[in-house]
């Protein structure tokens, strides 16, 4: 079973639509939660992040946690093309060695079409 | 922009050869964390740096090391390479007392011949 889980897509929405991206993770003891949007041959750039169960908004974005089903998703209202990239999602290890380190994903790609 | 610097921006290399990549981290970013992303695959954890020393490392054999200096600005050294090495290295930087949450450079495109 592969740590953090997302379907690869592609996921065709249209403009104006919401889409949404989900991520399920094997490691119960996670306590932090990322998304990252990369464009094609960029970097990862951080969106949101989430630590507590339920709902965190930011702007058009709305990232949700739920530890006990060990699921994380992203909500993007009123999708732009401008916002088709993949998305990938993070979660930090629990290591009592005392580092972080981030297990991502292989992300989902987001196409908006006009 | 994160005010994460990378060098070089790409780099073509043979099997064999050795490369050296450098990243500044952004003002204040103690902790420095190397990632490695094949096409298609979500970035891979290499090792961390903090107060310049590896203090974590991923599933990754020795000839990938790393250094990090007084100022916080650090190298990912990779020798012998071999062709699965070709991908793009990603240097993310943290703010002291919020380690995990990591801001990325805009990486460094290494192909192996």
């Known amino acids: 079973q592969k740590e953090v889980e997302q379907n690869s897509g592609p996921l065709s929405v249209p403009e104006g639509a919401i889409a949404s991206l989900n991520c399920t993770y094997s490691?119960?003891?996670?306590?932090?939660f990322f998304w990252y949007r990369q464009y094609s041959g960029k970097s990862p750039e951080l969106i949101m992040s989430i630590y507590s169960n339920g709902d965190k908004e930011d702007g058009r974005f709305t990232a949700q946690l739920n530890k006990a089903s060990q699921y994380v998703s992203l909500l993007i209202r009123d999708s732009q093309p401008s916002d088709s990239a993949t998305y990938l999602c993070?979660?930090?290890?629990?290591?009592?060695?005392?580092?972080?380190?981030?297990?991502f994903g292989a992300g989902t790609r987001l196409a908006v079409h006009p | 922009e994160t005010g994460v610097t990378q060098s070089p921006t790409h780099l073509i290399k043979t099997r064999g050869q050795q490369v050296t990549l450098r990243c500044s981290s952004q003002s204040g970013h103690n902790t420095v964390s190397w990632y490695q992303q094949a096409l298609g695959q979500g970035p891979q954890f290499i090792f961390q740096y903090y107060r310049e020393e590896e203090n974590g490392r991923g599933n990754f054999p020795p000839r990938f090391s790393g250094l990090q200096f007084p100022n916080y600005s650090s190298e990912l050294n990779v020798n012998a390479l071999e062709l699965d090495d070709s991908a793009l290295y990603l240097c993310a930087s943290s703010l002291a007392g919020v380690p995990d949450t990591q801001y990325f450079g805009p990486g460094t495109r290494l192909t192996v011949l």
């Open positions: 490691d119960r003891g996670s306590q932090s």
């Open positions: 993070a979660v930090n290890s629990d290591h009592s060695g005392g580092y972080n380190k981030l297990i």
